[in-house]
């Protein structure tokens, strides 16, 4: 999965992109060359403390991008980065194939009747509070265990509302520290006992710049290091800024593991 920020404030300024058709096909281009599976547009950053913005921005921001890709790549499937029901009904109507949650209908529960009505696929992420206000929510009695039993509750709601498919998002980063994002890594393959898919999102996160003492933009070499160990927990997609890295990742780790 390719990242593709419609945004002016997202950590990882190499993923930015700028509001225009020549500017997001370029991107888009770039990626599905290079071998994306799937491309997630967001148009709200959800770095910690980002900056709020209405509901009609990020609508004006991801459905011509969602257009121009879907006119461009028709195959080419389309994750909506959204937590926002009416900005998911808006990019599902232009052409959005699955909707990727970080609050896991936490913030807005109105998008959970949204996409169960659209009957697409639904990642559902682990967070604490908003993205202005997770970064002081990562206090947890048991991280693995909290985390499992809050994913084993929304898969019983999610299945009662009639969303069909779920992919599951452990959340790096969101609501919590770079040592709980380590332990994170460490037991991932724990969340297959829930029997549904699940992403990765560490690609060039403070877990890996601040351990390394580098900048995101040179977090590249400790994000492939660390995809291969998503890889061997079981993880079945990598969102990802470096879409070719990831590919070789992945066919270097199933000459290892066929």
């Not at 060359?33 to 799937?38: L, M, R, T, V, Y």
């Not at 509302?161 to 994170?184: N, R, S, Y």
Request: proline fraction near 4%; hydrophobic fraction near 40%; avoid cysteine.
């Amino acid at each position: 999965m390719g990242i593709l920020n419609l945004t002016p404030d997202s950590f990882f300024e190499g993923s930015r992109v700028k509001i225009s058709k020549e500017q997001v096909l370029t991107k888009a281009n770039k990626m599905v060359k290079e071998g994306a599976d799937i491309l997630d547009l967001g148009g709200y950053s959800t770095r910690p403390g980002a900056v709020d913005i209405s509901v009609n921005e990020e609508i004006d921001r991801v459905v011509p991008a969602i257009g121009w890709i879907k006119d461009a790549y028709p195959e080419m499937l389309i994750s909506l980065d959204t937590f926002k029901s009416q900005v998911a009904k808006k990019g599902i109507e232009a052409g959005a194939d699955l909707i990727n949650d970080v609050s896991g209908g936490n913030i807005d529960p109105e998008i959970l009747r949204v996409v169960a009505d659209s009957g697409l696929p639904y990642i559902a992420m682990h967070m604490r509070g908003t993205p202005q206000t997770m970064k002081g929510l990562s206090d947890y009695s048991d991280l693995i265990p909290e985390i499992l039993y809050y994913f084993a509750e929304k898969v019983d709601l999610f299945k009662k509302l009639g969303i069909k498919d779920v992919i599951l998002d452990p959340g790096f980063g969101f609501a919590k520290t770079a040592e709980q994002g380590f332990q994170l890594l460490k037991n991932l393959h724990l969340f297959r006992s829930l029997g549904l898919p699940v992403l990765a999102g560490i690609s060039r996160k403070s877990m890996i710049y601040k351990t390394l003492g580098v900048t995101a933009s040179e977090a590249l070499n400790g994000t492939t290091a660390l995809h291969m160990v998503a890889l061997q927990q079981g993880v079945n997609i990598l969102r990802v800024h470096d879409v070719k890295e990831a590919k070789e990742t992945i066919k270097l780790y199933e000459k290892l593991y066929p």
